[in-house]
């Protein structure tokens, strides 16, 4: 149960109520909106990078898992879990993950999971995996796999901080057609 209460929808302004209907009413969502131009932003930042992300939305997935496990946010887990399959993820990459077996994994696979681990770790990708990335990633990819990778572990922060409640609704894939992101 959530340590402080959702805020009530009627309490909010229209345009923030209007974007959280558009956002799903996530209840990470729903928690921010105590912070509405907060929410706003945190919104367009991971809108952006969940569909507008030069990353494969696979091995975007492949980090947001396991900043998620790293980060002990079984919020993350769920809902990143159901993106996963909504995409395309097979259940052998899942299980990989989620076993921590990454030499199961493809190459750029097992790089991204380690940068990830890089980034939660030592709050940085090391310029070892920073030079074997660059073989398999342009720029602009590196770039934005450093900020997803933060990105989420700002997420699980605040999920855990307050113990948002995971949905009792279906997930954030679940109404996703095959291969698209959300």
């Known amino acids: 149960m959530a340590l402080i209460d959702y805020p009530a929808p009627e309490t909010l302004a229209p345009e923030i109520a209007d974007r959280l209907a558009r956002l799903g009413s ?6 921010m909106a105590h912070a509405p131009e907060l929410m ?27 900043i998620g ?4 946010s079984d919020y993350e887990w769920h809902q990143h879990v159901s993106v996963a399959r909504a995409i395309g993820m097979s259940d052998a990459m899942l299980s990989a993950i989620e076993q921590h077996r990454f030499e199961a994994l493809p190459e750029p696979a097992r790089i991204v999971a380690r940068a990830a681990e890089e980034v ?12 074997e990335a660059q073989r398999h990633f342009s720029t602009a990819e590196l770039v934005e796999l450093s900020l997803l990778a933060g990105f989420y572990m700002m997420t699980a922060a605040f999920l855990r901080t307050f ?6 609704t279906a997930p954030l894939g679940a109404s996703l057609p095959p291969g698209k992101s959300p």
């Open 163 to 168: 113990q948002v409640d995971i949905e009792e």
């Open 69 to 72: 496990q790293l980060c002990q």
């Open 120 to 131: 939660h770790g030592e709050g940085r990708i090391s310029p070892e995996l920073l030079a």
């Open 26 to 31: 996530l209840n990470v969502t729903r928690m």
């Open 40 to 66: 706003v932003v945190y919104s367009k930042v991971g809108s952006h990078l969940l569909l507008k992300g030069r990353l494969d939305p696979v091995l975007r997935e492949v980090v947001i898992l396991r």
